[in-house]
């Protein structure tokens, strides 16, 4: 366990191409330059933008995985497309409910659905796909950790299986704590991959989840307050968990980490207006920012989350996803407007976390950076 983060981390910077501009508006091709031109080595691939650019070749982007001679010739001119501008494709998402399911057919069924991503993988040159916690809540699935880990497990032995008949690097599958998830936070969702006990089977870490889950209340006029009423208290519930997490999950086992900020909003804004919507959703899915954009009304403490996830060791991307109302807007300057503020959201990221006390290590460490976090965030906390 590192006494401090050194500033000159080896983890390179990457973007998910829903967070360059929505497919509606905005051409996929457009955005990945203005990701290479901001200076991202890394694109993280979403399905909507995927099955987009196969409807702009003419192409039904409803069979976006159907691994037709046409479908896998534009996925390896979008693969070099990417590598052209100087980066590579990371992982294509989301998977969704797909463990957990208790119907024998339908199980085969939703694990073949990850199967038909492979041959698209290699033509993409990445090795991860990842999947969100399943967030259904009816009878026909269980979060039981035994069922979860066997699916785990399952999905891992067939990604080898692929990789060892075709000779090429070994697949990959990741899952992710989705923040409504039945499975919500990276300990719950690091218990099933552990007991999923498969080399190829690892962790995602993305900070607005943990954060969402472990400090943040968007329901809350303060934004925080989930369990105790005060920042200090609020952060000091977080930095405990994420020493957890640097002291048993190892870098190695993070195949993954993904990072944004949250606006802090009038809580009437985001209150779900039909009754089977997650209470978290319509915060997530259009009030999320660039990490430490507090002029935006950003009020996250991800430095906290970035410190931990680098400390375990982790050498991976630093990526980042984000979904905003600001992305759905149109004109020809939202992805390069969004790709320099995410960059700037990085480098300063980096700047922040680099520079914090190791809280893992406990005692006047910790103390020191809660204050130093809680300096930061107190200006925004009664904006409302």
Request: glycine share 8%; hydrophobic share 40%.
């Amino acid at each position: 366990m590192p006494a401090q983060l050194s500033s000159a981390i080896a983890n390179e910077f990457g973007i998910a191409t829903l967070s360059l501009g929505n497919w509606r508006e905005h051409r996929l091709e457009p955005r990945l330059e203005a990701a290479a031109k901001a200076g991202y080595r890394w694109i993280d691939l979403f399905d909507e933008c995927w099955e987009a650019y196969l409807e702009e070749h003419g192409l039904p982007g409803h069979q976006l995985w159907e691994a037709t001679p046409a479908n896998l010739q534009v996925a390896r001119k979008l693969e070099s497309l990417v590598k052209s501008l100087g980066m590579r494709i990371a992982c294509t998402q989301p998977l969704r409910k797909i463990e957990g399911v208790k119907d024998p057919v339908e199980r085969r069924k939703t694990l073949d659905l990850v199967a038909k991503r492979f041959p698209f993988m290699r033509a993409f040159d990445t090795d991860l796909v990842f999947m969100c916690a399943n967030i259904r809540t009816d009878s026909g699935v269980t979060s039981d950790l035994q069922t979860v880990a066997r699916d785990l497990a399952e999905l891992g032995d067939m990604a080898a299986t692929y990789a060892r008949a075709d000779g090429g690097p070994m697949l990959k599958i990741g899952y992710e704590g989705l923040s409504w998830a039945t499975r919500n936070t990276w300990s719950s969702s690091w218990e099933a991959v552990r007991f999923a006990n498969r080399p190829n089977v690892g962790l995602i870490v993305d900070a607005f989840n943990v954060l969402a889950v472990e400090f943040a209340d968007p329901h809350n006029s303060a934004g925080h307050g989930r369990f105790f009423p005060t920042l200090e208290e609020s952060v000091e519930v977080l930095t405990s968990s994420l020493s957890s997490l640097v002291a048993t999950v190892p870098g190695d086992r993070i195949f993954f980490f993904q990072c944004g900020d949250a606006e802090l909003v009038d809580p009437a804004a985001i209150r779900p207006t039909e009754p089977n919507t997650p209470a978290l959703l319509p915060w997530s899915r259009g009030h999320r920012l660039f990490p430490l954009e507090q002029a935006r009304g950003g009020y996250m403490p991800v430095e906290l989350v970035a410190a931990a996830v680098l400390a375990t060791g982790y050498t991976g991307p630093i990526s980042l996803e984000v979904f905003s109302h600001s992305l759905n807007e149109p004109g020809e300057s939202i992805p390069e407007d969004h790709a320099t503020r995410g960059m700037a959201g990085l480098r300063k990221l980096v700047g922040i976390t680099t520079t914090l006390p190791p809280f893992w290590r406990g005692g006047r460490e910790e103390k020191q950076a809660v204050d130093i976090v809680v300096r930061r965030l107190r200006p925004r906390k009664s904006q409302l």
